[in-house]
């Protein structure tokens, strides 16, 4: 089916709550567990960038995973960044952890550079995927970790709803119709590969992880 673009921010209170309240454990656990898979040899005092890291879940999994890095959290929704900052209070991260309102990509980051840039289903939010492979681009040096995950638009509309019902069956119907714009929204792993192809970043390689995910993952040069 064709691309169907969804609103660039989760900006609503409600959906902000609902997405923070939902259960990702699964999905979650499987970006950590490729990153660690992707760089074995990242540890020590990193400086790590979480492109639109919503209610901050992945950004604490793997401030837990490298104790010495600083992580700059990123996301123009400012309801998202109440329930994250919440969360931080709660695990005692916000020495680790510093949260950034910004619009990507006019907004600047706070640093020139990072030892790894990551993101978890920001790209399908944006009208302009262009955006999130310029700014890993500008803010990447040679040798930082990139890794992207995000969901992959099934080939129809009604897959798209039994996705949603696979594995959102029980959540608020707020998130289930969000998960399912999601889905409409997203990118194929083809359209993925073009992508990076334009923006001088195909030597970074794009894969299926899931039924409903695909990955970037590799080592800027």
Not at 104 to 113: I, T
Request: glycine share 4%.
């Amino acid at each position: 089916m064709k691309r169907i673009p969804e609103p660039e921010l989760m900006d609503q209170y409600e959906q902000a709550r609902a997405y923070a309240e939902a259960d990702f454990n699964e999905p979650n656990s499987l970006f950590v567990n490729l990153f660690k898979e992707h760089f074995p040899w990242l540890d020590g005092k990193l400086l790590m960038a979480d492109l639109g890291c919503g209610p901050a879940d992945i950004t604490v999994r793997l401030a837990r995973v490298y104790p010495e890095a600083e992580i700059h959290a990123i996301d123009g929704s400012e309801a998202m960044l109440l329930f994250a900052e919440k969360r931080l209070m709660t695990e005692a991260l916000t020495d680790r952890i510093k949260l950034i309102r910004a619009f990507l990509p006019d907004d600047p980051l706070p640093s020139e550079g990072y030892d790894a840039l990551f993101s978890n289903s920001l790209l399908h939010h944006l009208s302009n995927p262009a955006h999130l492979w310029s700014i890993i681009k500008r803010y990447g040096r040679s040798g930082s970790a990139i890794l992207v995950m995000d969901l992959v638009r099934p080939e129809s509309p009604d897959r798209a709803r039994e996705i949603v019902e696979t594995y959102s069956g029980n959540e608020p119907d707020v998130l289930k119709e969000d998960f399912f714009n999601s889905l409409c929204a997203a990118y194929t792993v083809q359209e993925v590969k073009e992508q990076l192809y334009e923006a001088g970043l195909d030597s970074l390689e794009v894969k299926l992880v899931s039924d409903r995910h695909l990955l970037v993952a590799g080592v800027l040069e």
